[in-house]
T-cell receptor, first 115, second 117 residues
Framework: DAGITQSPRHKVTETGTPVTLRCHQT?????MYWYRQDPGHGLRLIHY???????DKGEVSDGYSVSRSKTEDFLLTLESATSSQTSVYFC??????????????FGPGTRLLVL | AQKITQTQPGMFVQEKEAVTLDCTYD???????LFWYKQPSSGEMIFLIY??????QNATEGRYSLNFQKARKSANLVISASQLGDSAMYFC??????????????FGTGTRLQVTL
């Protein structure tokens, strides 16, 4: 258990409204990530963070912004939600495992429906 | 750019049989990592197994093993003695070279495995 929680777990919103998803971790991991999962695409990286106030774009960052003001929290914001942003959003952290390799562990996901 | 291909959208296997889920990858990097994740119907992503590009032996974790063929750029997941609880979506993923910043993952589209009695 990598100690990752996401909130809310489910959200329905309307087109054009702002939405913020929260990822919270309890184990002081440096690296955090936001992915979205859509049928036929697997998971795709939206944004990631390598420290407090240090973030960068992933593969599908258009329409999303992120913030990390504390180590434990990584926020994903949809400034003006669109129907194409209906998806399941996963937060992840990097953690070493056996052999010193890093791997990513995922939160439970947030289902977002934009009407 | 890195690419992961999973050509089997769905697979069936009988309980107690072994099954192989295919994964091929494309990268020009020499150093990379390959992962398999399981996603049951409940939706969470569960890490199963990892293989580094310089690892000489195939990775194993319990009933999971990774058949790594570097020259063919394949990293197939083998599940031995399938159980009903193995029914899930399985994703292959590749990590870009560890350069001191975040290790981003590129995922395949997944294979849905159904274990039957």
């Amino acid at each position: 258990d990598a100690g990752i929680t996401q909130s809310p777990r489910h959200k329905v919103t309307e087109t054009g409204t702002p939405v913020t998803l929260r990822c919270h971790q309890t184990e002081n991991h440096r690296y955090m990530y936001w992915y979205r999962q859509d049928p036929g695409h697997g998971l795709r990286l939206i944004h990631y963070s390598y420290g407090v106030k240090d973030t960068d774009k992933g593969e599908v960052s258009d329409g999303y912004s992120v913030s990390r003001s504390k180590t434990e929290d990584f926020l994903l914001t949809l400034e003006s939600a669109t129907s194409s942003q209906t998806s399941v959003y996963f937060c992840a952290i990097s953690e070493p495992f056996s052999g010193g390799q890093e791997t990513q562990y995922f939160g439970p996901g947030t289902r977002l429906l934009v009407l | 750019a890195q690419k992961i291909t999973q050509t089997q959208p769905g697979m069936f296997v009988q309980e107690k049989e072994a099954v192989t889920l295919d994964c091929t990858y494309d990268t020009s990097d020499q150093s990379y990592g390959l992962f398999w994740y399981k996603q049951p119907s409940s939706g969470e992503m569960i890490f199963l197994i990892y293989q580094g590009s310089y690892d000489e032996q195939n990775a194993t974790e319990g009933r999971y093993s990774l058949n790594f063929q570097k020259a063919r750029k394949s990293a197939n997941l083998v599940i031995s003695a399938s159980q009903l609880g193995d029914s899930a979506m399985y994703f292959c993923a590749m990590r870009d070279p560890w350069g001191g910043t975040a290790s981003k993952l590129t995922f395949g589209t997944g294979t849905r495995l159904q274990v039957t009695l």
